[in-house]
């Protein structure tokens, strides 16, 4: 079994920054892609970033030159540097990660962790 831990999420005013972190703990051979994903209220869940195992990165349009996603491949963990956060962006946040636990790989999921963004 594989955990996925979030943190960092909060209240932060428009223009502020906040860092997400998300730690994977369990029987883990080694993780793919890691990912930050948000639903904001009323909303589907959306992807915000990726990063494979070789620190190739995805982002959405929306947080393009705002927010940075890294992994510790060693430690299994991934960060979300969000910066110039805008109230759009109010959203919880799930981490998710591509687990190879040798005998299966398998999608894990954070329990999510909430971040505001008051204007």
């Known amino acids: 079994q594989v955990q996925l831990v979030e943190s960092g999420g909060g209240l932060v005013q428009a223009g502020g920054s906040l860092r997400l972190s998300c730690a994977a703990s369990g029987i883990i051979f080694s993780i793919n892609a890691m990912g930050w994903y948000r639903q904001g209220p009323g909303k589907q869940r959306e992807l915000v970033a990726t990063i494979t195992s070789g620190g190739s990165t995805n982002y959405a349009d929306s947080v393009k030159g705002r927010f940075t996603i890294s992994r510790d491949n060693a430690k299994n963990t991934a960060t979300l540097q969000m910066n110039s956060l805008k109230p759009e962006d109010t959203a919880v946040y799930y981490c998710?990660?591509?687990?190879?636990?040798?005998?299966?790989?398998?999608?894990?999921w954070g329990q999510g962790t909430q971040v505001t963004v008051s204007s």
């Open positions: 998710k990660a591509s687990v190879n636990s040798v005998t299966f790989l398998r999608d894990y």
